[in-house]
């Protein structure tokens, strides 16, 4: 890998030079940030990424659109049904699809579950960089349920591949969406407890008001999108801007913050899973009979053009860009990957602080580095 | 109904449609058609703005690209972002046309502005070795997506920062999403731990492929 | 059994190895309690494989930490790198000396104190003696050569350095409400009037209890060796039975901090309210227990109420951050504690001590 001098991002310092990761406890994976410290205040801090760099997009050329499916689980590996989600909308919007509604809904209540799950692993995680040890195990507890309910659906609990060009694979088994009620429906006295552990624990707030300041400017500037943006006030969902599959059916509100600190983000997720489980229930209750695949042709070849199509991930906007040929498989299908441009603005917001903010800062950005590195 | 959704397909159509024949998801798909977009109204305000710099338009499926001069990319991008409002990019990135007569690769500006949520894309031809003006000073986002591109394709963009490899080491060699890199990898010895590395700290292209 | 030389080596040295062996296995089933305590907290099980419900797991632990290898980094100041483990265990062991469990008993003949020795300045003996186990921390952090232990010792000298004043104040009003240095002297003033130290003293109470959470380096002011930010802190580079002995003395110390909590404001081997409840303590249900298992189990009951609420802060808080455990040692505690001695010196001065 190279000697680490050859790389030695701040050639001439006389502070402290710190190596946080690749491996690290709190580093979300393999994530290195170098730190120039001065005590324990951070003078700048470098990202370092690449570690866990798999050439997904050069995978994507030699697979057909629906066999690039799956390498698309892998690269944010805690949301994968949204991640199935955008990739499959850009192609049939490529090709004229049109979803048949149950397939949609099916698909949106997968999403918002997906959703919950990955705010729970960053609340968990994010509580446990902290140092509260306690939430990870709750949350997760409530992660499993949804697991739990992937599995039912579509045999995988964590690389779902549930979604197809043109509709879903199956349908939902029996008793599933009582099931899935039965989850949502207690779900919210979940959240509850884990607010009242945190919202208003004094150390909770001393340790995130205030810290990891980004402005709405700099946070556009800087190209955040998802919970970072939101939270420093920019009110921006896409799915309420280019709402996709039904969601402009569906009621729900889009959770801002004011100040744009680490407290104003944990309170956006907080409320964004509330939401999430009001689209659910929302979906449970319409919807519609019919088919769950569309007319398509065998071969998946979509005509020659390009296509930018965007989800609203967990993380933040997850955007698919394909080329196509005319061919069976993608030209050039390209990510844009909302971790990898979120954690650019990390020295940004980092800078002046202590070296525990730094934890802090990388935990609610909420970061994954299979999605980074793809 | 927005840009991103396809104009020819209703998705919202309610399921109940009682008077359709057949619901659309039963029919053949209609897809797309690739059209000239020189008179769309996004492509004339920059036209308005900055006249006969847009040396191509085109739409597919309700997205607009407007193809420019490589050498103006960056004025272009900063009159789009303080005269037209494009504040937020959103995706930059290339395609690698191997065989391409003029200029092998594109590189793609994917831009949003909030004042009515629209979005263009600009696109430039650029020929193999022939550096882009970077974008970095208009769009701090472009920072790192500048990187990976020249990392993925080698291309160079002139005035950026930090132009550094990002997703691969110092010293691989070859951009992994050119056509010509072959789709199965190269031996880059990362695995194999050898005592001796070869000159410049990398594998050789295409050499000891597996 | 008259013989002079029993007395002065033989039952000394018998007390030395008991308590020692006692602590030793203390602390090392305290780590299976917390292990337990924060599972079930934790809406999990904890270690229950290892023997019957997982009692043999600290065993194990043991076990387990003899025979890993044992790494010198090879960089590291190597004789300052050996010499932390034992600086930190050393005092935290020694410290127990003066520690009363209970009152003396007649055994074969010959009055025997359940505690090694009773020194008039036991509490000046025991700050003395603890503060040295600081230097094994910052050595160690020092001498791995290790930047995430460098910084962990570092932490740990400010931390337990500017933690010691406020801790210092609130023990300085219990001894001017008992107007001794002796432990033992302290737990009879307790029982002499009739009143644990804690009612009188709650705030220099509170006050040493938390300063002692962060004089051992435990949630929520475990900075030292804050896992998400350090890496594991001071002792990053330890393995083996240098990490054992690291390990070993954090949970003596917690059980040094709970002890002198227990003896200084909860009448160390007293039951609860001695005066009031004395009829209850003396009915027939309980006094064929003998006086020596009374007390010291009066004295652990008390002791592990602190060790759980150790263990409950724990599983409930959230880390602090640097500045801000200096900003709560300086500017909260330390003036806190100086005001509230000057207001028990005005009370012990009105309503007079316990002479």
Redesign the interface.
Known sequence: MGDIEAVKPFPDSEE?E?SFGPQ???THGVLRVMVKLDG?RIVDAKPIIGYLHRGTEKIFERETYNGAIPHTDRMDYTAAATNNQGLVGAVERMMGITVPPRASYIRMILAELQRIASHIIWLGTH????????P???TF?EREKILDLYEEYCGARLTLNAMRVGGQPYDLPEGWAARCKTFVDQFPARIAEWER??TT?R??K??TVGVGVISAESAIEWGLTGPPLRGSGVNWDIRKVFPYDHYDEVEFEIPIGAHGDTYDRYLVRMEEMRQSVRIVQQCLARLPEGPVMAKVPKVIKPPKGEIYFSVEGPKGELGYYVVSDGGANPYRLHVRPSCFINLQALPEMVRGQ????L?AVIGTLDIVLGEIDR | MTEQDNPTAPAETPPQAPAAPKAPWEEKPVTPVLRDARDHALVKEIAAVLPGVVLEAVEFAGQVTATVACARIAEVCRTCKERLGYSFLVDLTAVDWQERPQGRFDVIYWMHRFSDSRRLRLKVNVADGVEVPSVTGVWKVANWMEREVFDMFGIYFSGHPNLERILTWEGFNGHPLRKDFPIEGIDTGAAVYPDVYPPGGGPVAGGEGE | MANPWVLFLLVPLVKIVVILGVVILLAAYLSFFERKI?AY????IGPNRVGPRGWLQPIADALKLFVKEDILPSRAEKFVYMLGPVLVTAPALVVFSVIPFGTGFKLFGAEVTPYLTDVNIGILFILGVSSVGVYGIILGGWASNN??SL?GGL?SAAQLVSYEVPMGLSVVTVLLMASSLSLVKIVEAQRNSGVWFVFPGFIAFFIYFVCGVAETNR??F??PE??????AGFHTEYSGMKFAFYFLAEYANMVVISSIATVLFLGGWLPPFPNWLAGVWAAPVFTWIPTVIWNAGWFLVKMFAFLFVYIWF???????????LMALGWKVFIPVSLVNLMAVAFGVLLIGGSR
């Open positions: 402290m710190i690290h406890p709190a324990e509580a446990l960089d902290i140092g509260a040890q306690s990870f195990f709750y507890e552990l945190l624990n150390i909770w001393l340790r202590l070296v525990a903010d934890i | 924060l907290m934790q809406i999990r930047k995430f910084m932490r949630n929520p475990d900075l804050a896992e998400s930010e350090l890496v724990r599983g409930t808080f959230p880390r602090y951050r640097f500045d801000q």
